[in-house]
């Protein structure tokens, strides 16, 4: 069995293919037949050392990926071999809010990922795909759909006709703006690039705007809600962005933090926060029953995630490239069956 290892606080170059044992299955493990992984800008940041983790040693990175049952322990119940699956992000954390037990470990961060033939996972871990998604399509979900999903949906109260600002047009904010629309929700996206916006307004975008011909962007979002601000914002950008996140958002409205694109440091001042009633939320992913309700929406919604590119395994390094060069629109996927 081949895998991609690499080293925390390297680079991109540190990635290697490697050829891997496979041990036998626990009584409670399933052995997973990868067929496609999706990228995020965290496999990024486990690139370079950035991820916030304690471990030296190589590991199995990505934690996006679905694929097949193909072996179960003698005590597994949820799934059963032929099995469609997908791997949650968080192996422990199953429902409900968060705390330290459930988020302890992340897939592709502090624990061996998706960047394999084949994979053993608990039977905990793993989500049946609706049949109307694709591998490459369900790929997308665990980190950037559930993302979104926890951001807009699960950290506010939004119904349909709120406002929605989503930032960039990386994996996050695209599935985002997917998901809005198919709520019924109003989106305002932003981007360097009016080709993106143009894209963005053919899957539903209400209003675009570019953030380089409009450096005081927050004013623009202003005036598009007629001085009332977002219900919601899917904040990604971090330091550069944050602050004007809080002036764009509308009384009693979330900034849902999700990254820091442009870096961590920066501030808010908390009285912009206390005087109008918003709430700053920091989204770390989710659970394995928001995974359910990402899959359950796109298959019920015929929401088709956007990829930009696919690379076959064999090009896993240009698939890292491609996604740290910003050129994307989407997602980036490795296609394991190629």
């Known amino acids: 069995m081949k895998a991609y ?76 071999p032929g099995d469609r699956v997908a791997a949650s992000f968080f192996p422990h954390w199953l429902e409900g809010q968060a705390d330290q037990a459930k988020i302890r470990s992340a897939l592709g961060g502090d624990t061996d990922g998706m960047l394999a033939e084949a994979v053993i996972l608990h039977e905990d871990t793993l989500v ?3 049949e109307q998604l694709s591998y490459v399509a369900a790929s997308t979900f665990p980190c950037a759909g559930v993302t979104a999903w926890n951001g807009i949906f699960e950290s506010s109260d939004v119904k349909p006709g709120d406002t929605v600002l989503l930032l960039g047009t990386g994996g996050v904010s695209i599935l985002g703006l997917q998901m809005a629309k198919a709520a019924g929700l109003r989106a305002i996206i932003t981007s360097s690039s009016d080709e993106k916006l143009k894209r963005a307004r053919g899957l539903g975008a209400d209003e675009t705007i570019n953030y380089r011909a409009n450096p005081e962007w927050q004013d623009e979002v202003l005036r598009l809600t007629s001085g009332k601000g977002v219900d919601v914002v899917l904040e990604v950008g971090g330091q550069e962005t944050v602050t004007r996140s809080v ?29 109008g009633a918003k709430r700053l939320i920091g989204i770390y992913v989710g659970s394995r029953a928001m995974l359910e309700q990402t899959t359950a929406l796109a298959a019920g919604a015929g929401i088709a995630p956007v990829v930009d590119h696919i690379f076959p395994f064999a090009k896993a390094k240009e698939a890292y490239r491609y996604l740290e060069s910003g050129a994307h629109f989407g997602k980036v996927v490795i296609d394991l069956t190629q």
């Open 5 to 80: 290892r690499i080293p925390h606080g390297g680079t991109i170059d540190g990635l290697q293919l490697e050829s891997l044992v496979e041990r036998p299955l626990a009584p409670y493990e399933v052995r997973v037949e990868v067929r496609a992984v999706s990228l995020n800008y965290r496999d990024l940041m486990v690139a370079n050392g950035a991820y916030p983790v304690k471990i030296d040693i190589p590991i199995i990175p990505c934690s996006d990926g679905a694929g097949d049952v193909i072996a179960v322990g003698p005590m597994v119940t949820r799934v059963q």
């Open 128 to 130: 049946k795909i609706p």
């Open 247 to 275: 002036t764009a958002t509308a009384v009693g409205g979330t900034i849902a933090t999700i990254g820091g694109v442009s870096g961590f440091g920066g501030g808010v001042n908390p009285s912009t926060l206390a005087i």
